[in-house]
T-cell receptor, first 113, second 113 residues
Framework: EAQVTQNPRYLITVTGKKLTVTCSQN?????MSWYRQDPGLGLRQIYY???????DKGDVPEGYKVSRKEKRNFPLILESPSPNQTSLYFC????????????FGPGTRLTVT | AQKVTQAQTEISVVEKEDVTLDCVYE???????LFWYKQPPSGELVFLIR??????QNEISGRYSWNFQKSTSSFNFTITASQVVDSAVYFC??????????FGPGTRLSVLP
């Protein structure tokens, strides 16, 4: 089944404790992206990747890191999480940026206390 | 810069009413793609439609229809004879060819029985 998977789905952590949210797609898509969703703000892009080893900042990159070492994986790293990073996070992939629709993962609900 | 505006934050209708969700976009590109996504209460993001900038033909899919007008930079979404199952947050998105996606803030639609 074609899908985007994210792990974990739910995470509660404390300020400053490094964490990684994994994202993987099995559709051989070139483009992958991370978004955060907050009430009233919609989906805001954190980072995106046009291809392996190519990543770029979205609208809200502060406090996040990403890497794209393999085509299928695009992990999101929070090196020192803070409470303002409490949010719902979505990973997405697409065959080509801007042209095709994006396929979204199920979301990761992160709470930083 | 690319931008998507969804001026209606929340809309509430009674079942069987028609409802139109507005989407206005800004881009300097001549080639771009527009999308609508639905996010039901369960939280997943569901792709509804994709439209390219060269095709202004309106589209109808069952009770859903979309009106794309380049002259006003709008891509509005109408649900005819709304049903309770249409209750969701709806996002409009813009995808300039080969570039990252931009989402609007979303419109929360509540369909009351």
């Amino acid at each position: 089944e074609a899908q985007v998977t994210q792990n974990p789905r739910y995470l509660i952590t404390v300020t400053g404790k490094k964490l990684t949210v994994t994202c993987s797609q099995n559709m051989n898509h070139e483009y992958m992206s991370w978004y955060r969703q907050d009430p009233g703000l919609g989906l805001r892009q954190i980072y995106y990747s046009m291809n392996v080893e190519v990543t770029d900042k979205g609208d809200v990159p502060e406090g996040y890191k990403v890497s794209r070492k393999e085509k299928r994986n695009f992990p999101l790293i929070l090196e020192s999480p803070s409470p303002n990073q409490t949010s719902l996070y979505f990973c997405a992939s697409s065959p080509l940026a801007g042209y095709y629709e994006q396929y979204f993962g199920p979301g990761t609900r992160l709470t930083v206390t | 810069a690319q931008k998507v505006t969804q001026a209606q934050t929340e809309i509430s209708v009674v079942e069987k009413e028609d409802v139109t969700l507005d989407c206005v976009y800004e881009t300097r590109d001549t080639t771009y793609y527009l999308f609508w996504y639905k996010q039901p209460p369960s939280g997943e993001l569901v792709f509804l439609i994709r439209r390219n900038s060269f095709d202004e033909q309106n589209e109808i899919s069952g009770r859903y229809s979309w009106n794309f007008q380049k002259s006003t930079s709008s891509f509005n979404f109408t649900i005819t004879a709304s049903q309770v199952v249409d209750s969701a947050v709806y996002f409009c998105a813009l995808g300039p060819y080969g570039q990252n996606f931009v989402f609007g803030p979303g419109t929360r639609l509540s369909v009351l029985p």
